[in-house]
């Protein structure tokens, strides 16, 4: 089994290139998930040479790419046309920056059945599914939103039977917090789960709010004994563009390193414990 370690950017929102790189490296980890937005320095806007001088100088770095984290809505009411669209940009930018997936949501809404919501999602991603085989870059369906559970996501990708191409983004609060309990997302996803971001929260009202990783309610001893016959990235996802008021990313990261080298597959340590 192989775990890689990585983070997402989102815990760092509008931070440059050269600070995301020197988190990275300052705490070991293998890659970075960095965010697809307008506010950041990787956009779907961007010309493509400056997107290729971002993929290399994280090569130059010694780190790569787990993801790109995208807003495409795959079950999305919207029409067809332009969810496709977003999502080939997407897997372009991946292409120009050597990244190794990206991440779409589900975004169904309420108004459409299941049935209506697996077809828009199959139908969409299969339109651009020979350009991820081309390029070789996975498209990630996150546990989220209208589909927060395995089950639920994996009902988005397994008709097209391609995991080594479109599989699912397990993020370890959604399932849980929604009734699914952990052991039960992973033999749902079996071999459709290549990812898995990390994260704890506490219940505060009606809302999560983010906590440091072993401080909050999401089991995460469990997720790790579960997590045992799983390879892919590891990646924290510290919400602080979303919630601006929690600690800094690196206070939440050195905790998230500290679950992977406790959980990761004895086979995988080794002697230096900065190496991921």
């Known amino acids: 089994m192989t775990w890689k370690f990585s983070f997402s950017t989102l815990g760092m929102p509008g931070a440059p290139l050269d600070e995301v790189i020197d988190v990275a490296t300052a705490h070991g980890c293998a890659g970075v998930e960095l965010r697809v937005h307008a506010d950041e320095f990787l956009h779907?806007?961007?010309?493509?040479?400056?997107?290729?001088?971002?993929?290399q100088r994280i090569q130059q770095a010694g780190l790569?790419?787990?993801?790109?984290a995208g807003y495409a809505r795959v079950c999305s009411p919207a029409p067809d046309s332009e969810v496709i669209d977003e999502m080939a940009s997407l897997l372009t930018l991946a292409e120009q920056t050597s990244a190794h997936a990206v991440r779409v949501f589900p975004g169904g809404d309420a108004e459409a059945d299941a049935e209506e919501h697996r077809s828009r999602a199959v139908r969409r991603i299969s339109a651009v599914l020979p350009q991820a085989r081309e390029c070789g870059v996975q498209v990630l369906v996150e546990t989220h939103d209208s589909h927060a559970t395995g089950?639920?996501?994996?009902?988005?990708?397994?008709?097209?039977?391609d995991?080594?191409?479109v599989s699912v983004l397990w993020d370890g609060l959604h399932p849980w917090r929604h009734g699914e309990a952990s052991r039960e997302t992973r033999e749902a996803l079996?071999?459709?789960?290549s990812y898995f971001q990390v994260k704890d929260a506490v219940?505060?009202?009606d809302r999560w709010v983010p906590v440091i990783p072993g401080s909050g309610e999401v089991p995460l001893s469990e997720q790790g004994r579960i997590l045992q016959d799983f390879s892919g990235w590891i990646s924290l996802e510290w919400e602080r563009a979303w919630h601006p008021h929690i600690e800094p990313l690196q206070d939440a990261l050195s905790a998230a390193s500290e679950w992977f080298h406790a959980w990761r597959p004895p086979s995988l340590q080794s002697p230096s414990p900065a190496g991921c």
């Open 163 to 165: 995991p080594e191409h």
């Open 190 to 193: 079996r071999s459709y789960c």
């Open 151 to 161: 089950r639920a996501a994996l009902n988005l990708v397994r008709e097209i039977q």
């Open 44 to 55: 779907l806007d961007l010309d493509g040479s400056e997107a290729r001088t971002i993929g």
């Open 203 to 205: 219940l505060r009202g």
């Open 64 to 68: 790569e790419i787990s993801a790109l």
